[in-house]
């Protein structure tokens, strides 16, 4: 879900240094060439920026692991390439029931499972009736976070299940999964690749469920170590902690196998070392480039690609501060950023200008929301309307030492926007601190901040993994209780047909952007950097990005 | 001989002893108990109940000091929060790494540092002297992680003579039996392999091995000065000795005292220097296992790392007092 970096390349490689380098490398190419045969070109060498937590997706809820997780395993329900929606994959197709419970899935025929299993309706039911009934550490939300979070309940708490029964139906292909209460969002959450479809055998005969340790510190199972069994185009190989692991192309994938025919994930947490790896040819390409490393990248001859925007950056305001409870004062803040001269100076390329906390692909995303256009002059008059014509004191926190997708350089953001508000007459006082685990810490658990920035990445195509997840109760992060726009947003989820919740997240916006808890600012793209070889990538705004479909030069 | 090896793994024991009881009380004196480190500010009064119930928090100090025990002697490190891995598991993984890069540094630091500190001394006040001490001053105050980046970019990424990053190519599918890369791949003859690993503990080595090399140059340098000006070189001099048997007899053996001890304290900065020279090459090694550690609160891997520093302090200085007594024959005698 989350991570980042900069510098620029130099002409110091003079004549006499390259002869020198091609014969004091020479035996190390050769050797390379040696280990490696024919297959050169179909290694894919990916950077991470730390090993998966586990090989475990049910057990996972990090970036890492997602990433390696999409190339062993599938779920019923993938998205449709480019886009947030969800699409067919391991199910071909789905029906609800008229009482929006019941879902019955048409399963792929002929898919095998990399221990040479058959997928089928039993395999589905098998996966779901794992999930309901994990007991213990399993159930904690640093395990099992995603069917925690969605599906709420479990055998030992029926009273709170989303999930009820899965029943296989008359032939291996149709399989019938009911609900216990409505949830919209079921369909596009099976995208997520903590359901993706594994192995009962394989789950079975490593362990997948001896979860043991407490509750933060989980420990990782045999299956979860080194046996990951999954119906992908990519088999698992092996895992050298902290430095890499490699994932080979699966004979009997259905689809299509691709260029693709080895994939090495290479730890390397640092940002800046990233890029020095794929500008030495190291890697073949890495995640979530700097702003600043994107334009030096590009003109050396490496491909940027950028996602779709699938993320928001806020700037938060803490209504625990007297001056910030005036929607006034709210107002004046708002109009008082300019967000394209921010996004122009801090923001990578391909970053959309927010309006409002979801971006324009999610649905209920309002065309029509209230917006404050940048106007010092006016921000000034509301200010001294509401009782400061000499502004005031605000406590400005924002995070230091870190990367995130929606945020690459916060340091620079931050410096920004405290000129703008400074033009206003707000005296700000800067409250910097490191992120983890100090500045998450300070904003959402306790009251001593003012402003704040902090953003969000989508997992799927849902607009209460936004809206609800800000703004759906009272927290110290914003410090405000408003008990209709809670109740809103309680109501627009327990929907559960999606054309009916449409109109209800866009009164939703609406309402949030007239009580402004927070700033819009930007929806960031993050871009990734890839070797010239790497012709095509299949770039996704919710990550789903699955390497069988990488193209690869000779 | 023996018994002085014997005598100092027995004085061992009590200094792990305390080190142990130390580290003891510090997880139990964090700002807001262990449970409130773990889970940070926020946590509900319930969670860390529970959690200190999970890890015996809630017991009488003493039963809880004996269970610690119990487990530490037993092998018992523990589980790292961030990992779901035995702390020891861990270290197994990663500590090879840090050994042989550590051990390059060295070779680097004392193959190039002695010679050149011995030249400096020999053309004392000369061209030779001057520019020594400046490198070895430069090498002092160069930062490890710039000095890393430098060193990283110029031969990595613009010359490509070595490898960028990580313990071996990707590409190349080595065997491992000990865990440490290059000896694996002589034992297993996979002579690619081990030369592989091999150029990929240079650049690394170098940036780890620059400041105990600015170290040692500067002490022999003085130390052999010192020795220089000894009655016992003037009168071997004098005797007619040959220059060669007086710069390795006479002078290089005595000077070499202050050298090895300071090397011996050199261990000390090589763990911290390879939290830093790790994270730039991406090295997977417990240097930056470590500053992981640090930075997601994970304090059975701490505490163990403690344990296990404490540990190889203690040994690397045990070598070093050994060896007085090869180099020192005075030593011997007493």
């Given amino acids: 879900m989350f991570t980042s970096n900069h510098r620029r390349r130099g002409m110091f490689a003079a004549a006499s240094g390259v002869a020198i380098a091609a014969l004091l490398t020479g035996c190390v190419q050769s050797d390379r060439d040696d280990a490696s045969s024919d297959d050169v070109d179909s290694t894919f060498v990916f950077a991470a920026s730390s090993d998966p937590a586990t090989l475990d997706p049910a057990f996972a809820s990090d970036g890492e692991s997602f990433r390696v997780a999409r190339q062993i395993f599938e779920g019923l329900v993938g998205v449709e390439p480019g886009t947030a929606d969800p699409a067919p994959l391991l199910a071909e197709s789905w029906e609800q029931s008229a009482d929006g419970l019941s879902y019955t899935f048409a399963l792929k025929e002929g898919v095998t499972f990399h221990d040479g299993t058959d997928f089928n309706a039993e395999a589905v039911c098998y996966n779901f009736d794992r999930w309901y009934n994990f007991t213990g550490v399993a159930q904690s939300p640093s395990a099992g976070y995603y069917y925690n979070s969605l599906f709420r309940g479990y055998a030992d708490s029926p009273e709170d299940a989303v999930y009820e029964s899965c029943t296989p139906g008359d032939s291996e292909t149709e399989v019938t999964v009911t609900l216990a209460k409505p949830f919209a969002g079921f369909i596009a959450a099976l995208s997520l690749p903590a359901f993706a479809m594994q192995s009962p055998e394989a789950l079975e005969e490593f362990g997948a469920d001896d979860l043991t340790g407490s509750d933060e510190a989980v420990s990782i199972t045999e299956y979860g170590q080194s046996h990951p069994v999954g119906t992908g185009p990519f088999v698992f190989d092996s895992w050298e902690v902290g430095s890499q692991l490699e994932l080979s192309a699966y004979d009997e994938y259905w689809g299509d196998q691709g260029d693709v025919q080895q994939i090495v994930f290479r730890v390397i947490d640092d940002p800046q070392a990233r890029r020095q790896s794929l500008e030495a040819g190291s890697i073949d390409g890495y995640d979530l480039v700097g702003p600043a490393d994107t334009v030096a990248l590009e003109e050396d001859g490496y491909q940027i690609v950028a996602r779709d925007p699938f993320t928001i950056l806020y700037l938060g305001m803490n209504q625990a501060v007297p001056e910030l409870q005036d929607v006034r004062v709210r107002q004046a803040i708002t109009m008082a950023i300019d967000k394209q001269q921010l996004i122009d100076q801090t923001l990578p390329e391909g970053t959309e200008l927010a309006t409002q906390f979801i971006p324009p692909v999610v649905a209920g995303y309002n065309e029509d929301v209230t917006t404050y256009d940048y106007d010092p002059e006016a921000a000034r008059a509301l200010l001294a309307d509401a009782g400061y014509p000499d502004g005031f004191t605000l406590q400005f926190n924002y995070p230091t030492g870190v990367s995130r997708p929606y945020m690459p350089t916060p340091e620079e953001v931050f410096t920004n926007i405290s000129a703008q508000l400074t033009e206003i007459g707000i005296t700000i006082d800067p409250q910097p601190n490191a992120w983890s685990p100090d500045y998450l810490d300070r904003i959402q658990g306790g009251e001593n901040h003012g402003i704040h920035l902090l953003g969000w990445t989508g997992d799927y195509n849902d607009t209460d993994n936004f809206v609800g997840v800000f703004f759906g109760a009272e927290k110290p992060e914003f410090g405000f209780d408003n008990p209709e726009l809670f109740a809103a947003l309680d109501e627009a989820r327990a929907v559960s047909d999606l054309d009916e919740q449409l109109p209800l997240y866009e009164d939703i916006n609406e309402t949030i952007a007239e009580f402004i808890p927070a700033v819009p600012l930007a929806h960031p793209a993050p871009s990734l950097a890839f070797a010239e070889r790497v012709e095509s990538y299949p770039v996704s705004p919710v990550n789903d990005e699955v390497y069988n479909l990488i193209e690869l030069a000779e | 001989m023996l018994r002085v090896i014997g005598k100092r793994l027995a004085l061992l024991v009590p200094t792990l002893f305390g080190l142990s009881l130390l580290l003891f009380f510090w997880v139990r004196s964090l700002p807001g108990g262990p449970a409130t480190a773990l889970l940070g500010e926020r946590a509900t009064p319930e969670r860390i109940a529970e959690v200190n119930a999970a890890y015996g928090f809630d017991r009488p100090i003493v039963e809880q000091y004996v269970t610690y025990m119990g487990r530490l002697l037993s092998g018992d490190f523990g589980v790292s929060i961030e990992t779901g891995r035995p702390v020891l598991e861990e270290f197994a993984l990663r500590f090879p790494a840090t050994i042989e890069l550590a051990i390059v540094a060295l070779i680097f630091a004392i193959g190039v540092g002695i010679p050149l500190g011995y030249i400096a001394a020999k053309y004392y006040g000369k061209a030779a002297d001057h520019v020594s001490v400046v490198v070895s001053l430069i090498g002092i105050t160069i930062p490890v992680f710039f000095l890393a980046f430098i060193l990283k970019w110029v031969f990595a990424v613009q010359l490509g003579w070595f490898p960028p990053d990580g313990r071996q190519d990707s590409r190349i599918d080595a065997t491992h039996v000990t865990g440490f890369w290059v000896l694996d791949g002589i034992l297993t003859g996979e002579f690619d392999a081990a030369w592989d690993a091999f150029m990929h503990l240079i650049l690394p080595g170098l940036a780890l091995g620059t400041i105990p090399l600015a170290i040692i140059v500067r002490i022999t340098r003085a130390s052999v000065l010192e020795v220089s000006g000894a009655d016992y070189v003037r009168t071997a001099r004098a005797k007619g000795v040959m220059e060669r048997t007086i710069r390795d007899r006479f002078v290089l053996r005595n000077a070499l005292l202050p050298v090895v001890t300071t090397i011996g304290l050199q261990v000390g900065l ?57 180099i020192d024959p005075r030593v011997r005698v007493q």
Avoid: C, H, M, W
């Fill in chain 2, 270 to 326: 090589l763990i911290s220097g390879a939290v830093l020279t790790e994270t730039v090459f991406a090295f997977s090694g417990i240097g930056r296992f470590l500053s992981q550690a640090i930075f997601s609160r994970d304090f059975p891997v701490l505490q163990g790392f403690i344990l296990f520093i404490a540990i190889i302090y203690a040994l690397i200085n045990l070598i070093v007092d050994l060896s007085y007594s090869l």
